[in-house]
């Protein structure tokens, strides 16, 4: 779910490097750590864009965290001891309406890729028949068009997903890694403060919006995900999305938004009266959900578990909301906490995870809410 972003390192406390674009080396670095546990061939497609494609279009994540290349239709074929990269030729038409792009038969090819082989595209086919004289096993995700046609065209081969894999190694956040995620935090803190000076009675959700995604581009970054602005009762709907009511003095604002920078993503929420000042019965739900919050950060290290059966970071939070707080029928509130408690973060806002205990290196969210249809109040933070 979209919400707070604590970015919570599970790691000693260090200065942060400043933002700046992934190196090519490290990109070389997390093929070659893969490359050691492959026993097999790794095929991956990178985007692929329609005829006429308007909208710029998102990396494929797997393809990006390996390769760092953000062209479309390229394709990624390693083995234990060797990686290659197929691009697509030029094509005149197609750099006419999106600009320049990077060809097999470029002179300056491999430095700009950072790969030593690099084939045309149409070479794919005898490349991979190749290798898989030396290797049984091919890993793909099972989520990609070519699954079909490998299965067809190695009808005796095992096939097996390659997003586990990649998966063990995005876990864990590099310092490049944690450089993009803190830029993309500022951004979007930045955006927040930006949108609490415009919010006023009388404003629609969506001005706010447009104040967030402004700040966001001001400083050349995208959206994570669509910007969240819940006044009201809308802030009860844990993924409101029209952005289009009008904000009232006495309601609150549920603004969950932020930052896609260099990839790599951010996650916060925040809760705020339109007026500047809560009611007392506002205070009193935000001050339980920033306490659960606090007990679930304090408790947060490796070892234990966000979310899951027995004593879980979602449990604790609960726990705590129950005990500091009651409905208007005298139960507790942990019952309006309807979500986990967190989730991975990095090249998405939702990062996959692996649903096994927290580690040093990974980053998380921590956003408790409290959302009571009853009386009109959500609390996300």
């Known amino acids: 779910m979209r919400r707070f ?69 390229a394709v990624l074929l390693l083995t234990p001891t060797e990686e290659m ?43 991979l028949g190749k290798v898989l004289s030396a290797h049984e096993k091919i890993y793909t995700p099972f989520d990609q068009p070519i699954v079909e046609k490998l299965k067809t065209a190695y009808p005796f ?16 956040k590099s310092a490049s890694e944690l450089a993009a995620i803190q830029h993309a935090t500022d951004v979007s803190l930045e955006a927040h403060r930006a949108s609490w000076k415009r919010m006023a009675a009388g404003l629609s959700e969506h001005q706010l919006a447009a104040r ?9 970054c995208d959206v ?17 999305s029209a952005n289009q009511r009008r904000m009232d003095n006495g309601e609150v604002v549920v603004l969950d938004a932020a930052a896609e920078c260099e990839s790599y993503a951010s996650d916060i929420t925040r809760t705020v009266p339109v007026g500047g000042k809560f009611s007392a019965r506002q205070r009193e739900i935000y001050l339980v959900v920033l306490g659960a919050q606090k007990a679930a950060i304090a408790a947060l290290k490796p070892g234990v578990r966000l979310s899951g059966e027995g004593d879980t970071l979602t449990k604790l939070a609960k726990d705590y909301m129950d005990a500091h707080g009651k409905d208007l029928h005298g139960e507790g509130l942990g019952k309006y906490f309807v979500h986990g408690l967190g989730h991975q973060i990095g090249l998405q806002v939702h990062d996959p995870s ?28």
């Open 157 to 172: 081969r095992e096939i097996h997903d390659a997003v586990p894999l990649i998966v063990k190694l995005r876990l864990k």
């Open 224 to 240: 994570a995900y669509s910007p969240i602005v819940g006044s009201g009762p809308n802030g009860v709907v844990l993924h409101y």
């Open 85 to 127: 990269l197929f691009l697509p030729h030029h094509d005149l038409r197609v750099e006419h309406f999106h600009g320049k792009r990077a060809s097999a038969e470029d002179a300056g090819v491999h430095a700009v890729t950072g790969f030593e082989v690099v084939f045309p595209r149409e070479k794919f086919e005898s490349e």
């Open 354 to 381: 692996l649903n096994e205990p927290l580690e040093a290196g990974m980053v998380v969210t921590i956003e408790p809410g409290i959302y009571i249809e009853e009386e009109g109040i959500g609390v996300r933070i």
């Open 212 to 220: 967030v995604v402004d700040t966001f581009l001001e400083h050349g």
């Open 5 to 73: 972003l604590a970015v919570v390192l599970l790691l000693a406390p260090f200065t942060l490097p400043s933002a700046a674009k992934i190196p090519l080396d490290e990109f070389a670095l997390r093929r070659a750590s893969l490359r050691k546990s492959l026993d097999g061939v790794l095929v991956l497609f990178g985007q692929t864009e329609g005829r006429d494609e308007v909208f710029r279009v998102r990396p494929e994540p797997n393809f990006y965290y390996l390769t760092g290349w953000t062209q479309p239709g």
